[in-house]
């Protein structure tokens, strides 16, 4: 499965979320509020984390060629062959 594309597509999340990180700051730089400020900050610093994870979590999917939900996807697939006889009456 392709999934040095899945890591290659975290960039395009990690640089979203960057942009709104920001715009977060320009406006945090712009209020006069201190609790707004406060708030603005912490969103911040809320975003980059998320940043960060998302980049890690694309790098080590990228360098590994492995997805960490692949064993969950495989638990969940459908059978390969269906039971014989299908559904019986009473």
Do not use: C, E
């Amino acid at each position: 499965m392709p999934f040095k594309f899945l890591g290659l597509l975290a960039l395009v999340y990690t640089t979203i979320l960057l942009t709104i990180s920001f715009f977060v700051l320009v406006t945090v730089r712009k209020t006069d509020s201190k609790n707004l400020k406060v708030f603005g900050y912490i969103i911040a610093v809320l975003l980059w984390i998320s940043v960060a994870f998302v980049f890690f979590s694309g790098l080590y999917v990228s360098t590994t060629n492995f997805s960490p939900s692949m064993p969950h996807m495989m638990r969940n697939q459908m059978p390969t062959q269906m039971p014989q006889g299908g559904m019986r009456g009473r």
